[in-house]
């Protein structure tokens, strides 16, 4: 793909009139959990600070090609799961819990990660350049924070999961949602 993007906080648009119409150019059938928190609940917890959302756009012509939103988040992550040279980067910026033998820190969780399925598919932005624009994000969050961990919660999909094993990312845990969704957790040292 020899398309360039550019990468725009939607703090940028978020009083602009041309917002909604943006937005409503988005389409994920394949997930409608991402075209729904785009839609209706990406402004209200930017606003509140609960999260960031960030646009992708193409630079040939302008059309949304995706978008991811980060926050910031504590995690609990048993030590067993770990291996020694991963125990010793989270215990720098961690609390070891003797009684259960987990760490809990905060870390950069990129909350949503979704392509723009309206385009056509020549088009579409492909997922681990998507995945890497998230990241250097949060790569210079922590040069003015600091931090260590980076992690995100996928459904229990071999796709997924093999997606998110091939951009470096490990499980941890998993969780079951309200909606009896289970979750799993994977992270990776920045």
């Given at each position: 793909?020899?398309?360039?993007?550019?990468?725009?906080?939607?703090?940028?648009?978020?009083?602009?009139?041309?917002?909604?119409?943006?937005?409503?150019?988005?389409?994920?059938?394949?997930?409608?959990?991402?075209?729904?928190?785009?839609?209706?609940?990406?402004?209200?917890?930017?606003?509140?600070?609960?999260?960031?959302?960030?646009?992708?756009?193409?630079?040939?012509?302008?059309?949304?090609?995706?978008?991811?939103?980060?926050?910031?988040?504590?995690?609990?992550?048993?030590?067993?799961?770990?291996?020694?040279?991963?125990?010793?980067?989270?215990?720098?910026?961690?609390?070891?819990?003797?009684?259960?033998?987990?760490?809990?820190?905060?870390?950069?969780?990129?909350?949503?990660?979704?392509?723009?399925?309206?385009?056509?598919?020549?088009?579409?932005?492909?997922?681990?350049?998507?995945?890497?624009?998230?990241?250097?994000?949060?790569?210079?969050?922590?040069?003015?924070?600091?931090?260590?961990?980076?992690?995100?919660?996928?459904?229990?999909k071999p796709q997924l999961m093999n997606f998110y094993h091939q951009n470096g990312f490990k499980f941890f845990n998993s969780r079951?949602?309200?909606?009896?969704?289970?979750?799993?957790?994977?992270?990776?040292?920045?």
């Amino acid at each position: 793909m020899s398309e360039k993007y550019s990468v725009v906080n939607i703090r940028a648009y978020i009083d602009n009139e041309e917002l909604n119409d943006i937005l409503m150019s988005f389409s994920c059938p394949i997930n409608h959990d991402v075209e729904k928190f785009l839609l209706h609940n990406s402004v209200n917890f930017t606003r509140k600070d609960q999260s960031v959302t960030y646009l992708v756009f193409s630079e040939d012509n302008f059309e949304l090609a995706g978008y991811f939103s980060i926050a910031v988040k504590p995690i609990s992550v048993l030590a067993s799961v770990l291996s020694n040279s991963m125990r010793r980067k989270i215990s720098r910026v961690s609390v070891l819990n003797e009684d259960t033998s987990t760490y809990t820190a905060s870390a950069y969780f990129i909350a949503q990660l979704g392509k723009n399925f309206a385009l056509p598919e020549d088009k579409r932005i492909n997922g681990s350049a998507l995945l890497n624009m998230a990241h250097d994000i949060i790569f210079h969050a922590k040069y003015f924070l600091g931090g260590v961990i980076e992690f995100l919660e996928c459904e229990d999909k071999p796709q997924l999961m093999n997606f998110y094993h091939q951009n470096g990312f490990k499980f941890f845990n998993s969780r079951i949602t309200q909606d009896n969704v289970n979750l799993n957790q994977l992270l990776r040292f920045i």
